[in-house]
């Protein structure tokens, strides 16, 4: 079965500082990656998806990922972190042959952004 | 950009009571699904549909029943509340067929209380 790990449930930074989620998944073959963004009170707003073109995938607000897939994983960073990228970030999985489209969810990390 | 619609955003209820979250989508999608949410925590699929009468279970167990008589619309009804039932509820859509097929787009949630 599918999983998808992201190390660290908390991940702090100052202000201006690199910011690096990390996801690691399991998965028979290669599969579609995403990761979400999910501020206080609201749904989830996709940030960037991997679906076999490139393997460095750019984002909105800066953000970008690589599939790596000798190492299974799909780690989310950002050069410069901003204020108002203090949110709660999930990685998902989803298999190419599952045609039903189901996710399958990290246990997400809360990212918390020093002044 | 994603129009799913969620309505209440938040309700607190008796125990026993009866309540329908509803759920609207205006992009036509064809695959809806319902996640369950504790704060802090990961998403859990308790329902999915891919098209017109067409309803499944999810991954995690629920008592909460859901319909899908029109395309757009997927609401999801508890009959009968209980304090266990406090949780936010996501509901989400994606097309079908295609790499996008598995990009889903979420509501903003319904944040249950149930006293």
């Known amino acids: 079965a599918q999983s998808v790990t992201q190390l660290g449930s908390h991940v702090s930074v100052s202000e201006g500082a690199l910011v690096l989620l990390r996801c690691n998944y399991s998965s028979s073959v290669p599969p579609y990656l995403f990761w979400y963004v999910q501020y206080p009170n609201q749904g989830l707003q996709l940030l960037l998806k991997y679906t076999s073109a490139a393997t460095l995938v750019k984002g909105i607000n800066g953000f970008e990922a690589e599939f790596k897939k000798s190492e299974t994983s799909f780690h989310l960073t950002k050069p410069s972190a901003h204020m108002s990228d203090a949110a709660e970030y999930f990685c998902a999985v989803s298999e190419r042959q599952n045609q039903g489209g189901k996710l399958i969810f990290g246990q997400g990390t809360e990212l918390s952004v020093k002044p | 950009e994603a129009d799913i619609y969620q309505t209440p955003r938040y309700l607190v209820i008796g125990t026993g009571k009866k309540i329908t979250l509803e759920c609207s989508q205006t992009m036509g999608h064809d695959k809806m699904y319902w996640y369950q949410q504790d704060p802090g925590m990961e998403l859990h699929l308790i329902h999915y549909s891919y098209g017109v009468n067409s309803t499944e279970k999810g991954d995690l167990s629920s008592e909460s029943t859901v319909s899908r008589i029109r395309t757009e619309h997927f609401p999801l009804t508890l009959e009968s509340a209980r304090p266990s039932h406090t949780s936010q509820y996501l509901c989400?859509?994606?097309?079908?067929?295609?790499?996008?097929?598995?990009?889903?787009?979420f509501g903003p949630g319904t944040r249950l209380t149930v006293t």
């Open positions: 989400a859509s994606s097309e079908l067929g295609g790499s996008s097929s598995y990009e889903q787009y």
